[in-house]
């Protein structure tokens, strides 16, 4: 059974830090993209940040302005979402993502962490 599972979200105050895991499962973690998206009330689900299944490759949300750092362990299974200098617009579900390219494409969808920025 293909699992997502992400944790680490929760309730910060503007300026703070989280970081997200998603640990995924029943599946070859190691051949998989990995990306971050999220979604805010009443607003689309956007990319935050996307690394490659080596981690050679990353890419990141415009938005982001150099504020996360998202990184992988293949060896743990686990993909990592650092989110420094946080505002309440980075209040929002986040979702974890697997996605393999080769062969046929295939997809996998976490079940969200909430992170709400306030004071």
């Known amino acids: 059974q293909v699992q997502l599972v992400e944790s680490g979200g929760g309730l910060v105050q503007p300026g703070g830090s989280l970081r997200l895991s998603c640990a995924g499962s029943?599946?070859?973690?190691?051949?998989?993209?990995m990306r971050w998206y999220r979604q805010a009330p009443g607003k689309e689900r956007e990319l935050v940040a996307g690394i490659s299944s080596s981690g050679a490759l990353i890419t990141y949300g415009t938005f982001v302005k150099g504020r996360f750092t998202i990184s992988r362990d293949n060896a743990k299974n686990t993909v990592y979402l650092q989110m420094n200098s946080l505002n309440s617009e980075d209040t929002a579900v986040y979702y974890c993502?697997?996605?393999?390219?080769?062969?046929?494409?295939?997809?996998?969808w976490g079940q969200g962490t909430q992170v709400t920025v306030s004071s």
């Open positions: 029943g599946f070859t973690f190691s051949s998989y993209a």
């Open positions: 993502y697997a996605a393999r390219f080769e062969v046929a494409f295939t997809e996998y």
